[in-house]
């Protein structure tokens, strides 16, 4: 031990809890954060949430965006519909036309008042319902104004009264909304992990002190992560917007506090049979640093898989992310060590681990666990499989198309409730018309072809006010779609549309708007689906190769994993349809699901199995199993706890497709840790036995 002892000492993990070096890590990090912390609070402010960011950069709706660029700037409608049961009356009318001059003379916000078109009334003859449309310009920087300007028409023209309805939809009255509910997504998800986490590390360690370290280390990660990303964002183009910086916080938080159990749970053993806290601490560092390496490296190289997705939104989530996690992997191998060192053995209160006292895992719970697996291991391993793969037959359920606009939120805002009622009396595509941009010269044969086209209100199909009629050859027009926007039957009106105008002569034409981008987005999302998931199997599967130095055992765990996803699927799209009645998923969802659920379920796979082959180096496969599960069954749990918990944090945002994420994620990790971690791959480790580690030499030791 003492030679053991000598070789750490010249290791990184002695700069980390030598008796002075120590400090000089904790004075590095405190730099880091006094520096970090404000840039971190800029974050927010250099968030894109506008269209193009989240579209493919080729898609053909991207690229109307930016012709349509050159005739105006970028126009998000807000819609104000007022509507009277029985026919609106003559002093709605006057109501009506004071409300439009007052729109007319609005200049803040970006509203373009004097560009106000309305009221137009529907065609009965005594007219319930009247629309007006309020143009509000959208830059780069203007987005984030897009709720004070919805706010500033709702201060004219009031919420109504009397019988009488005012709502204010359309994209502009939807993107106010989705602010609304994206408004101070940091502060919540932060508040809710840091709470999920206090209760969980309580319960875990029985300390009120230790829980401190993870805490203190975490939110350093946290803080130094968001402020090298505002970085990044501000000077090297980087893509951040509401979604990724959301996840952001829950990823850092749940990967890091797992981290920190892993170590804790090693230096704590450590501390029962050597009375130097730094010789402990070098000793854990040494033994459980390559898997903890590992996890982050699985974690942060699948995160960066992302970046091969044609969605910018994807793509920009992917450095997000393992930017995250690089950050909380430096902080936990490096700044919590030292601090653990720092505080001493009295940090543990009240459970104080002595040398020579007795290590818990050797009696407990999993140690049970794992002899009564090793009884009938193929038997345990072959019906827990089956009924898995039972369970995941709930994908028949899964309705992952995307969501409208209606079925976005976990309430109802006004823009919706505003939508239902435009829908009922205007063409349902009001508000939100497919852009064309087309060869001047072709012009009128373009708006010919899509008058003709089912789906389009023929009437409709104009080149709009106060654009310019001619830019570099090309013209601009609008067409107004006779279903929802947001409605499948509207994506197909678009392929009907671009079909026709791509097949007049020199045209050049190109159609885009809101329902072109949805169908872009879909069709991206698709395309990632298809290149993303093999490429973070074959990631994973080559570090737990090059980990174990085998091929068996990490076909085995992924394909554990595999099952834990498709099962964490299946049970999620039955929750959705009769439980929580939601109406669909995001296109998305499965990919999302799937790179969080396998590049952070595999942790536990690889703290098991590091640990079972550290064991069976000593002890043989089949003992080193046992004692791998009864070694690392309570901390594992713990972590999967607080992962599971900080993705359900998800589910404090009033957006389904956080909520559901969030929800199949956490579902996926309480698989992983309880089922396919404890259960099914100990029961498969045991019946394959060594040959498990073919073709390193222990598959040919014995048990």
């Known amino acids: 031990m003492a030679e053991e002892w000598r070789r750490e000492r010249r290791g990184v993990a002695w700069l980390v809890c030598g008796r002075r070096t120590k400090w000089l890590v904790v004075l590095f990090w405190l730099v880091v954060i006094i520096v970090a912390a404000p840039l971190a609070q800029k974050l927010t402010d250099a968030q894109e949430n506008d269209a193009e960011s989240w579209l493919p950069g080729s898609a053909e709706s991207t690229q109307v965006l930016d012709i349509s660029a050159e005739f105006r700037p970028e126009v998000v409608p807000a819609i104000i519909v007022y509507a009277r049961e029985g026919g609106l009356t003559a002093a709605d009318r006057v109501q009506i036309a004071q409300d439009v001059r007052q729109a007319k003379e609005l200049?803040?916000?970006?509203?373009?008042?004097?560009?106000?078109?309305?009221?137009?009334?529907?065609?009965?003859?005594?007219?319930?319902?009247?629309?007006?449309?309020?143009?509000?310009?959208?830059?780069?920087?203007?987005?984030?104004?897009?709720?004070?300007?919805v706010d500033s028409i709702r201060e004219r023209v009031g919420d109504g009264g009397d019988g009488l309805a005012v709502h204010i939809t359309g994209p502009g009255g939807t993107g106010a909304d989705?602010?609304?509910?994206?408004?101070?997504?940091?502060?919540?998800?932060?508040?809710?992990?840091?709470?999920?986490?206090?209760?969980?590390?309580?319960?875990?360690?029985r300390s009120p002190t230790l829980l401190l370290a993870p805490l203190l280390s975490v939110i350093t990660a946290l803080f130094t992560a968001q402020a090298f990303i505002y970085l990044l964002a501000e000077h090297a183009d980087l893509t951040v917007n509401g979604q990724s910086a959301g996840i952001l916080t829950v990823l850092v938080f749940g990967a890091g506090t797992d981290y920190a159990l892993l170590l804790v749970a090693r230096y704590r053993e450590e501390l029962r049979r050597h009375e130097d806290r730094h010789e402990a601490m070098a000793l854990a560092l040494h033994r459980a640093g390559p898997a903890v390496l590992a996890s982050g490296a699985t974690v942060v190289l699948s995160m960066l898989v992302l970046l091969a997705a044609e969605?910018?939104?994807?793509?920009?989530?992917?450095?997000?992310?393992?930017?995250?996690?690089?950050?909380?992997?430096?902080?936990?191998?490096?700044?919590?060590?030292?601090?653990?060192?720092?505080?001493?053995?009295?940090?543990?209160?009240?459970?104080?681990?002595?040398?020579?006292?007795?290590?818990p895992t050797e009696r407990g719970l999993w140690a049970r666990t794992g002899r009564r697996i090793d009884r009938r291991p193929r038997l345990i391993w072959g019906v827990t499989a089956a009924a898995l793969a039972l369970l995941s037959l709930g994908l028949l359920q899964l309705r992952a198309e995307g969501l409208s606009n209606a079925d976005a939120f976990t309430d109802k805002p006004d823009s919706i409730t505003g939508q239902e009622v435009l829908a009922r009396h205007f063409p349902a595509g009001s508000g939100d018309p497919l852009v064309i941009v087309a060869g001047q010269a072709q012009d009128d044969a373009v708006a010919r072809a899509v008058r003709d086209t089912r789906g389009v209100v023929p009437a409709s199909v104009a080149r709009p006010p106060g654009t310019k009629a001619e830019h570099d050859g090309k013209v601009l027009f609008?067409?107004?779609?006779?279903?929802?926007?947001?409605?499948?039957?509207?994506?197909?009106?678009?392929?009907?549309?671009?079909?026709?105008?791509?097949?007049v002569p020199g045209a050049d034409a190109r159609v885009g708007g809101g329902t072109a981008a949805l169908l872009d987005m879909d069709r991206a999302t698709a395309h990632d689906n298809k290149l993303i998931i093999p490429l973070v199997l074959a990631v994973v599967l080559l570090i737990l190769a090059v980990l174990l130095r085998a091929v068996v055992a990490p076909l085995l765990l992924i394909a554990t994993v595999v099952l834990s996803f498709a099962t964490a699927l299946g049970l999620s799209a039955l929750a959705f349809r009769h439980l929580f009645d939601y109406a669909g998923e995001p296109t998305d969802f499965p990919l999302f699901v799937f790179v969080f659920l396998v590049a952070l379920g595999i942790d536990y796979n690889i703290f098991l199995s590091t640990r079972i082959r550290e064991e069976a180096g000593r002890q043989g496969t089949r003992a080193g199993v046992l004692t791998g599960l009864a070694a690392t069954g309570a901390v594992i749990t713990s972590a999967g706890l607080v992962l599971a918990g900080t993705f359900a944090a998800l589910g404090t945002l009033p957006m389904v497709a956080f909520a559901e994420i969030?929800?199949?994620?956490?579902?996926?990790?309480?698989?992983?840790t309880f089922v396919v971690r404890s259960v099914l791959v100990t029961a498969l480790f045991l019946d394959v036995g060594p040959k498990v580690w073919w073709p390193h030499p222990l598959a040919r030791r014995g048990d």
Do not use: C
């Open 662 to 672: 969030g929800f199949a994620v956490a579902l996926g990790v309480l698989l992983d």
């Open 311 to 359: 969605m910018n939104s994807t793509s920009g989530l992917g450095p997000v992310a393992a930017i995250g996690v690089t950050v909380g992997l430096l902080a936990m191998l490096s700044l919590f060590p030292a601090l653990l060192v720092i505080f001493g053995r009295w940090f543990f209160w009240p459970l104080i681990p002595h040398v020579g006292s007795p290590e």
């Open 478 to 503: 609008e067409a107004t779609l006779t279903d929802p926007s947001d409605s499948a039957a509207a994506k197909r009106t678009v392929e009907r549309v671009r079909d026709a105008v791509h097949a």
């Open 178 to 205: 989705s602010a609304e509910a994206f408004e101070g997504i940091d502060s919540t998800l932060l508040l809710a992990a840091a709470g999920i986490v206090i209760v969980i590390l309580l319960f875990t360690y």
């Open 107 to 149: 200049r803040v916000h970006g509203i373009r008042g004097a560009e106000t078109r309305g009221p137009l009334y529907d065609e009965k003859a005594g007219p319930e319902a009247a629309q007006v449309y309020v143009p509000i310009t959208m830059d780069a920087e203007s987005w984030e104004r897009i709720g004070p300007a």
